[in-house]
C-alpha cells in the first residue's frame, strides 16, 4: 500500500482532470458550442458568445474592442463591468484558438481552477487529500455553478473565491504577506473577468474570515500582555493591503465601470421590491436535496413564469448534504473551520431567501452594495462552498474507523467519490447542452438581405421586435434545449440582439438588461407600452416608430403582422416553427446616422421625462426630420430655423474612429446617431469641439457656416487611469516581494 502514496499529489491531479473530462466532453469539440436556455434567450448565444467572437476577431487584427458600433446603438464595452475583454485567459484562448474552441476551453479551464483552488483551500483546514479532493468536486460541479456555466462571466470568476480565501487563511497561518498576494490576485482576476457581483461576496466572505481569525487572535494577545495593538494594526493593515492591491491590480477594469455607473440603467435603483427580478421561494429550499422536484427547465418541464432555476439551484449532491449534516452534528463544537463555514453558509442562505428574511432588506438599505443584486440567490455561492467544506471534514470523519493507508479506507473513499461523482454528473449532463456553432455563425437569408441593403456605408441600422416571443416558440417546440435543436435555428434567423455582432451588422438593441440608460429609454415605448395582440397580428403602441426612427433603424425584423402607416412590407420568409413566419418591414422615415438640424428644441432633464411625455416627443415620427431635441442652447455660431440645412457624409467609420465631411452654408446642428458617452470628443477642422447630448441619447456639435471635416474619437480616459494604477500596485507588489523579510511587522 505504501508504494500507492508515494505520489499523492499526482493521482489528485489525474483524478481531477478525468472528472473534468467526464463532465466536459460535450464541449472538447471545435464545431459545438455550448448552449443552455433561459426564459425568452439564451445569456450564451445572445451575450456571452457574440462578445467573445467580436473580442475573437478584434485581437487577430491586433486591437481590443473597447466600443462595440454594433449593439445599442454603441455600447462602451467595460463600462457594463461583465465582458471580460481584460482577463487574461480570454485574451490568451481567444488570441491563439478559433473562437468556438477558445469559448468551450473558457469553460473547461474555469472549472479545472475551481477544482485546484477549492482543493487548496480544503487543504490548508487539515482535510485529507480525499475529503478535499471530495470537497472540490462537491463545489465545482454543484447545480450552482453547473447552472451559472451559461454566464460565463461568472464561471470565469466563481473559481477565483477560493483562492482568494486561501491566500487569507495561509497568510494567518504562515504570518507571511506573500499569500495575502494569492488574495489580491484573486480579486483582481474576478475583476478582469468581468465578475462585480462574484467579487463583492467574495469581499463579504473574506470580511468574515478575517474577523473570525482576527477576533481570537486579538483576545489572545490582549490577555498574553505584549505588542499586541502592533500585532493586530499590522494583521488589520495587511489584509487591508491585500484587498486594495487587488483592486488596483483590477483598475483597468473596475475605473472604466466606476466611471459608467451614472449612464448604464442599472444604476438607477428603486425601492427593495421593485430590484428584486424573481425572490427565492422558501420551496426551492427542496432542491438542495432534489434538484428536479419542480421539473427540470432543459427538459421543458419546468414552470419558467415565476421563478428561475438556475438562479434557485445549489445542489451539491446529496451525500454531500449528508455528509455536512456529520460534521455540523459531530464537529461544530470542537472544530473552529466547521462553527465558520457554518455561520457563513446560514448567513448567505438567509440573504439568498430576498423578501422572504429581513436580511436581505436590511442589508440593501444599510450597506453599500447590495443594490447592484437583482438575483440574491447569488450569495448561496458561500453556502454551496461551505456545504463542500463541511461535508470534507464530515467525510474524514466518517472514515476515521480504518487504519490510514489501508484498503478499507481507500475503498470507502473511493465509493464516497464516486457517488458523488455520479449524483452530480447526472445533473450535469441534464443540463448542459452543445449547439451546431454554424447556427450562429453562418450567413442566413435575413444577413444576407440586411447586408446587401443597409450597405457598408454604416448609414442605418435594424431591429428586432418580437424575437423573445419567437424564443417561447422554439423552447416549446423542443421541449426545453437537451434535445432537437433545430427550432433554434429558426429562432437565429430573426438576428436577436447582440448576434448582430458576429456579422458586422448596426443594430438598435442590445441583449437583455443591460445598455445605457438614454438609449433604454427609447425602448420603453416597445418594451412598456399597452400592445394590443391577436395571433401574431400586433398594433404597435404610441411612439415605437419614433423611438426606432430616432435609431436609424431602416429595417425592423420580427414574428409580427404590421400595419403601422410608414412601414412597408419588404421581405418574408417562412421559418421551421410552426405558425411563425419571418418578416422585414422598411421604415421610410428612419433617421439618417448623421443628419444637420437648424431647428431645435431644449429639454434641461430628458432622463426625467415620463412615458407619455416621451410619446409625445416621438410622435408623429415623421417629425422627428424637422428638429433635434438638446439639453441645452448650443453656442450661437449658425443661422436659427434656417430652411438650408446642408449635407454630411460619414467618410470613415471604425468602432473608435468616426469621421464626418459637412457643408452647411448656414451652420447648423450636426447630429450623429451613435450612443452618447462622455469618452467620445469631436473636432471640427483639428479643434476640440463639445460634444452635446441630442434626441435623448446621441451625439452632436454645433457648426459655423461652412465646409468641416468632424471627426469623434473613443478616449477611455478612465481605462488609462485604470492601467497606470495597476502599474503602480504591481510595482508595489513586485517590492513587497523582493522586502518581504522586511515586511515580517504586519505579523507581529
Request: glycine letters at 8%.
Amino acid at each position: 500500500m505504501t508504494r500507492l502514496f508515494k505520489r499523492p499529489y499526482l493521482y489528485i491531479f489525474l483524478g481531477m482532470l478525468l472528472v473534468l473530462l467526464l463532465f466536459t466532453f460535450p464541449l472538447w469539440s471545435n464545431d459545438r458550442v455550448l448552449f443552455m436556455g433561459d426564459i425568452t434567450t439564451s445569456d450564451i448565444t445572445e451575450l456571452n458568445f457574440p462578445a467573445r467572437y467580436i473580442l475573437s476577431t478584434a485581437l487577430h487584427e491586433g486591437s481590443l474592442p473597447f466600443w462595440n458600433p454594433y449593439i445599442g446603438c454603441g455600447f462602451p464595452s467595460l463600462a457594463e463591468g461583465q465582458s471580460g475583454l481584460l482577463y487574461p485567459l480570454n485574451l490568451l484562448l481567444f488570441r491563439i484558438l478559433g473562437v468556438v474552441t477558445a469559448f468551450n476551453a473558457s469553460v473547461i479551464l474555469s472549472l479545472f481552477l475551481c477544482l485546484l483552488f477549492s482543493y487548496l483551500l480544503l487543504r490548508v483546514y487539515g482535510l485529507s487529500r480525499a475529503a478535499s479532493y471530495y470537497g472540490a468536486v462537491a463545489f465545482t460541479f454543484s447545480g450552482f455553478v453547473i447552472s451559472k456555466i451559461k454566464f460565463t462571466y461568472m464561471v470565469n470568476s466563481i473559481p477565483w473565491v477560493p483562492l482568494a480565501v486561501y491566500g487569507l487563511e495561509k497568510a494567518f497561518l504562515r504570518r507571511d504577506l506573500r499569500f495575502g498576494l494569492l488574495t489580491s490576485l484573486a480579486l483582481a482576476m474576478q475583476l478582469l473577468a468581468g465578475g462585480p457581483q462574484i467579487l463583492f461576496i467574495t469581499l463579504l466572505l473574506l470580511l468574515l474570515v478575517f474577523c473570525w481569525r482576527f477576533i481570537p487572535f486579538l483576545r489572545q494577545n490582549i490577555r498574553l500582555g505584549g505588542k499586541w495593538k502592533r500585532a493586530s494594526a499590522g494583521l488589520a493593515t495587511a489584509f487591508l493591503l491585500s484587498i486594495l492591491l487587488g483592486l488596483a491590480l483590477g483598475g483597468p477594469q473596475l475605473l472604466p465601470q466606476a466611471s459608467g455607473f451614472p449612464y448604464f440603467n442599472r444604476a438607477h435603483t428603486g425601492d427593495f421590491g421593485s430590484i428584486l427580478a424573481t425572490p427565492m421561494r422558501p420551496a426551492s429550499l427542496s432542491l438542495f436535496f432534489t434538484p428536479y422536484q419542480h421539473g427540470n427547465p432543459a427538459y421543458g418541464t419546468f414552470d419558467l413564469s415565476h421563478w428561475f432555476f438556475w438562479e434557485d439551484i445549489t445542489y451539491p449532491g446529496l451525500l454531500t448534504m449528508v455528509m455536512a449534516l456529520v460534521a455540523v452534528l459531530f464537529l461544530t463544537r470542537k472544530d473552529r473551520e466547521v462553527r465558520m463555514w457554518l455561520t457563513a453558509s446560514l448567513l448567505a442562505l438567509l440573504v439568498a431567501l430576498g423578501n422572504n428574511m429581513p436580511l436581505a432588506e436590511f442589508l440593501f438599505r444599510h450597506v453599500p452594495g447590495f443594490d447592484m443584486f437583482r438575483f440574491y440567490q447569488r450569495f448561496m455561492l458561500v453556502t454551496v462552498l461551505g456545504l463542500a467544506t463541511m461535508a470534507g471534514k464530515g467525510m474524514d470523519l466518517v472514515t476515521t474507523r480504518f487504519k490510514d493507508q489501508s484498503w478499507g479506507k481507500v475503498l470507502l473513499a473511493c465509493l464516497i467519490i464516486s457517488t458523488l461523482i455520479l449524483d452530480l454528473g447526472l445533473f450535469a449532463h441534464t443540463q448542459v447542452s452543445t449547439i451546431d456553432s454554424r447556427a450562429l455563425t453562418t450567413p442566413g437569408e435575413t444577413v444576407a438581405f440586411l447586408r446587401e441593403n443597409l450597405g457598408e456605408g454604416g448609414e442605418y441600422r435594424y431591429s428586432t421586435l418580437g424575437e423573445g416571443e419567437v424564443w417561447k416558440a422554439a423552447y416549446r417546440q423542443a421541449s426545453g434545449w437537451m434535445g432537437d435543436k433545430t427550432p433554434y435555428f429558426a429562432y437565429f434567423d430573426f438576428l436577436p440582439p447582440n448576434t448582430n455582432t458576429i456579422f458586422e451588422i448596426p443594430g438598435v438593441q442590445q441583449y437583455g438588461a443591460y445598455g445605457l440608460s438614454p438609449i433604454k429609454m427609447l425602448w420603453a415605448p416597445t418594451y412598456y407600452g399597452e400592445v394590443p395582440m391577436e395571433g401574431w397580428k400586433r398594433d404597435l403602441p404610441d411612439g415605437v416608430l419614433g423611438a426606432l426612427a430616432m435609431q436609424s433603424a431602416r429595417y425592423i425584423v420580427t414574428p409580427y403582422i404590421l400595419k403601422e402607416e410608414g412601414l412597408k412590407l419588404v421581405a418574408s420568409y417562412p421559418t421551421g416553427l410552426r405558425g411563425v413566419d419571418l418578416f422585414i418591414y422598411e421604415l421610410e422615415y428612419a433617421l439618417p446616422r448623421v443628419m444637420i438640424f437648424t431647428h431645435y428644441q431644449v429639454v434641461e432633464d430628458p432622463g426625467a421625462l415620463t412615458l407619455p411625455q416621451l410619446d409625445d416627443f416621438l410622435t408623429p415620427a415623421s417629425r422627428l426630420q424637422e428638429r433635434v431635441i438638446l439639453e441645452k442652447d448650443p453656442a450661437p455660431v449658425f443661422e436659427t430655423g434656417s430652411s438650408i440645412r446642408g449635407e454630411a457624409l460619414i467618410v470613415q467609420s471604425n468602432p473608435h474612429r468616426v469621421v464626418v465631411e459637412a457643408d452647411v452654408p448656414k451652420g447648423g446642428i450636426l447630429v450623429l446617431n451613435d450612443a452618447y458617452y462622455p469618452d467620445w470628443e469631436a473636432r471640427v477642422d483639428g479643434v476640440k469641439r463639445e460634444v452635446m447630448r441630442a434626441n435623448l441619447a446621441f451625439r452632436a456639435v454645433a457648426l459655423e457656416p461652412g465646409h468641416h471635416t468632424i471627426e469623434f474619437a473613443f478616449h477611455p480616459v478612465s481605462l488609462y487611469r485604470g492601467l497606470f494604477v495597476a502599474a503602480a500596485a504591481l510595482a508595489l507588489i513586485v517590492l513587497l516581494l523582493l522586502r518581504h523579510r522586511h515586511t515580517g511587522w504586519l505579523f507581529v
